[in-house]
């Protein structure tokens, strides 16, 4: 017990940040979901804290409703029967990704390219901050949380912004302005001037802030801030009531064919974004841990068992909160599962209190989160490594700002394969030449796509030219690499080209070459000089 608290002073604080992030958005991907309460988001956020948390190998990843799910949740409360249905649709979601965990799954996220993770987190940052900017200044149509480039009102992230102008609140833009003032200061000056402001996250001044401004403005009822710019949780009047927003799966839904769509899609897309925001998490690790990514699958399946079970939305590790977990200091589990208990305490004892918190402070929250994600130093790091590294970087960040989180990550990566490949392909074959004589030296593994450059370089050797066919580094060689250099060699003599070809003592490809033809052993003949 005394390991777990250990580092208590960092955690706590940093429990409090991430309680102020997720509560808005569990309650934005609620509504965004079209789930029948708001309440079910706040479910998913205390199990995501307090289940998953404690289960999870991760020291500073945070789970709980995502808004990569809100559009597969919609679709499948609109064609199954009745939410229990649903419920029992992420039940089995659950057992699936802990058979994914036991089935090793989890190696999937170790070949997304470091480009893409990257370039994933300067996403995030980039959509947290145009996506809350009409939030800071009092235009909360849309819900907390939404990524997707197009929204609901038919609108897309940037024209929200220029919309938003017409609708500005003055407290609100106030408050939000404070607020990442706020922040700036707590990081540059006063953390650095005295401890205790280490122990006071400044997210938590903040929304005190908030609360106290919009109260002081409105005493004449002129500038108050109305109900929608504000939090808005179910407010339970009794403990029965309270009880009653938690909600059981009905089994006797177990043989209709869209629960089981339901599940599978949700298990798939669920792990996906896990294993993403794992790898991001633990980029972003100042001590550099590595999580077990068949751990993390098991810690969410049981995860989505207990949020199926009593109401929740479905899970996934977010990485807007593990990535404000991470800047606010955290150093251990303990601040994920703080941060559930926080949930599950107040939403139980204060959602009066938490109904007077301004969107527009937690918005500057989400703000400031975004530029340490998506600093300038990142896009000028990523410049430096070169057009191989920057590109699928840059492609990765365009793909997710104009379509949403999944479908991005996917551009990327096939952005980033096509320049491995390309870089692959390059290097595998190497050709330098002196007057009239060349090399050709094969490196790595020598695939039928670079057959073209083989024989096109061939080709181009002329008449009494000398060539040497360096095999010596490669690990495989294809077939058809083999079959073009037999017949270059067979008919170099009408040329007057001596050919002269460099084995290796281990003699690759030895068995295939031994089942081959005469041409092909040739080689790897000794006598192929």
């Known amino acids: 017990m005394k390991k777990i608290f250990q580092n208590a002073g960092a955690d706590l604080p940093a429990a409090i940040v991430v309680f102020l992030v997720a509560l808005p958005l569990c309650l934005g991907i609620a509504l965004g979901s079209n789930a029948p309460n708001l309440f079910v988001g706040l479910i998913g956020g205390i199990v995501g804290g307090i289940v998953i948390g404690s289960l999870s190998g991760s020291n500073l990843s945070v789970s709980g409703p995502a808004a990569g799910l809100t559009a597969i949740v919609a679709v499948a409360l609109g064609k199954l029967p009745a939410y229990e249905a649903f419920l029992l649709a992420v039940v089995i979601a659950g057992i699936i990704q802990l058979l994914f965990g036991f089935l090793k ?24 901050i145009l996506k809350q900017l009409p939030h800071l200044v009092g235009f909360d149509k849309d819900f907390s949380g939404d990524e997707a480039f197009y929204q609901k009102d038919s609108s897309n992230t940037f024209s929200e912004i220029f919309y938003s102008i017409n609708y500005i609140t003055p407290v609100a833009v106030l408050i939000g302005v404070l607020g990442i003032l706020i922040q700036v200061l707590w990081e540059k000056v006063l953390i650095k001037k005295a401890a205790i402001f280490k122990l006071i996250p400044a997210p938590l001044v903040i929304v005190v802030m908030g609360i106290i401004l919009n109260l002081v403005f409105g005493k004449n009822g002129t500038f108050a801030l109305e109900q929608e710019h504000l939090v808005n949780i179910p407010v339970a009047t009794s403990f029965k009531e309270f009880t009653s927003f938690f909600t059981s799966p009905k089994l006797s839904f177990i043989s209709n064919v869209d629960v089981w769509i339901t599940a599978v899609t949700l298990a798939l897309v669920a792990s ?22 068949n751990r993390e699958l098991k810690a969410q399946g049981v995860g989505n068992i207990v949020s199926g079970l009593i109401g929740g939305l479905p899970l996934t590790s977010v990485i807007v909160r593990s990535s ?7 150093k251990t589990k303990l601040s994920a599962i703080v941060h559930g208990i926080l949930l599950l305490l107040c939403v139980a004892f204060i959602p009066g209190l938490l109904n007077k918190i301004p969107y527009a402070a937690l918005a500057s929250i989400l703000i400031y989160t ?4 998506a600093k300038v130093s990142l896009f000028k790091e990523f410049y430096a490594k070169g057009w191989d590294q920057f590109i699928p970087f840059i492609s990765t960040i365009l793909a997710i700002l104009f379509t949403d989180l999944l479908k991005g990550i996917i551009i990327g990566i096939i952005v980033g394969l096509y320049f491995v490949m390309r ?3 390059k290097s595998a074959v190497f050709v330098v030449h002196d007057n009239n004589k060349f090399l050709f030296r094969f490196r790595k593994d020598v695939s039928f796509l670079n057959k073209p450059i083989v024989k096109r370089k061939l080709e181009e050797v002329p008449d009494n030219a000398f060539v040497l066919i ?6 495989f060689i294809d077939k058809d690499i083999i079959d073009t250099i037999n017949e270059f060699s067979l008919h170099a003599p009408i040329k007057n080209i001596k050919v002269e070809i460099k084995k290796s003592i281990y003699k690759p490809m030895h068995d295939l070459l ?9 080689l790897y003949d000794d006598t192929a000089h």
């Open 470 to 475: 360096d095999t010596t580094r490669a690990d």
């Open 370 to 373: 975004g530029y340490k994600l």
């Open 514 to 522: 031994n089942s081959g033809t005469q041409n092909e052993k040739h």
């Open 324 to 330: 404000a977990n991470i800047n606010a200091g955290a």
């Open 105 to 128: 799954g989890g190696f999937l996220g170790d070949y997304v390219p470091n480009s893409v993770i990257k370039g994933m987190l300067a996403a995030i940052g980039l959509i947290l």
């Open 423 to 425: 870089s692959n392909f």
């Open 272 to 293: 996906l974004e896990t294993l993403l925001s794992i790898e991001a998490s633990d980029k972003l690790d100042p001590y550099k841990r590595v999580t077990d990514n």
